[in-house]
T-cell receptor, first 114, second 111 residues
Framework: DAGVIQSPRHEVTEMGQEVTLRCKPI?????LFWYRQTMMRGLELLIY????????DSGMPEDRFSAKMPNASFSTLKIQPSEPRDSAVYFC????????????FGPGTRLLVL | GENVGLHLPTLSVQEGDNSIINCAYS??????FIWYKQESGKGPQFIID?????DKRQGQRVTVLLNKTVKHLSLQIAATQPGDSAVYFC??????????FGTGTRLKVLA
């Protein structure tokens, strides 16, 4: 099993540019989570999908952030326009449980917005 | 990809010794807890979990203790190895699918 796959692993962009992060969850998992990790705030839940449907996006910082899950094997997190304060590591995690127990995290995307 | 705060506590242990990492949680009604290990540049990795109807749970070289009276979790690692060096943090279930993650403790294993 390849685990959760994220791409790109590193992204450096300039303020104002659009950034798209991608995630492929573990096959058969019906829950998908996007998290952001920073030194100051630790790990924060951005959005949670269950069976491809966004259930809770209350953690999405603002309208510049959007996420989609067009099918069970793919999700994107988009930031448009990006700002320096968006610099962080973004993780995707998937779980076979609707309760999110035993979440498997991807390797993360390190985003740097200049 | 390290779950660190400005004042991330660090625990240094000699290789072969036992390690104990502590975590305080916030909600006395939380009924499920997880310990994660995060190595540099990697995502958090599930180590062990425990439900609130248990006080102790053992895995391979790891034991989690839960003290509901004082809202405290601990992770014990037996015979600590260099590969155990990482940041460890706990997570408490705060709803149907939400978790509150601790800021973490860095474990350094000294050869």
């Amino acid at each position: 099993d390849a685990g959760v796959i994220q791409s790109p692993r590193h992204e450096v962009t300039e303020m104002g540019q659009e950034v798209t992060l991608r995630c492929k969850p573990i096959s058969g998992h019906n829950s998908l989570f996007w998290y952001r990790q920073t030194m100051m705030r630790g790990l924060e839940l951005l959005i949670y999908f269950n069976n491809n449907v966004p259930i809770d996006d209350s953690g999405m910082p603002e309208d510049r952030f959007s996420a989609k899950m067009p099918n069970a094997s793919f999700s994107t997190l988009k930031i448009q326009p990006s700002e320096p304060r968006d610099s962080a590591v973004y993780f995707c995690a998937s779980s076979a449980s609707g309760g999110g127990e035993t979440q498997y995290f991807g390797p993360g995307t390190r985003l740097l917005v200049l | 990809g390290e779950n660190v705060g400005l004042h991330l506590p660090t625990l240094s242990v000699q290789e072969g010794d036992n390690s104990i990492i502590n975590c305080a949680y916030s909600n006395s009604a939380s009924d499920y807890f997880i310990w994660y290990k995060q190595e540099s540049g990697k995502g958090p990795q599930f180590i062990i979990d425990i439900r609130s109807n248990m006080d102790k749970r053992q895995g391979q070289r790891v034991t989690v203790l839960l003290n509901k009276t004082v809202k405290h979790l601990s992770l014990q690692i037996a015979a600590t190895q260099p590969g155990d060096s990482a940041v460890y943090f706990c997570a408490e279930k705060a709803g149907t699918y939400k978790y509150i993650f601790g800021t973490g403790t860095r474990l350094k294993v000294l050869a």
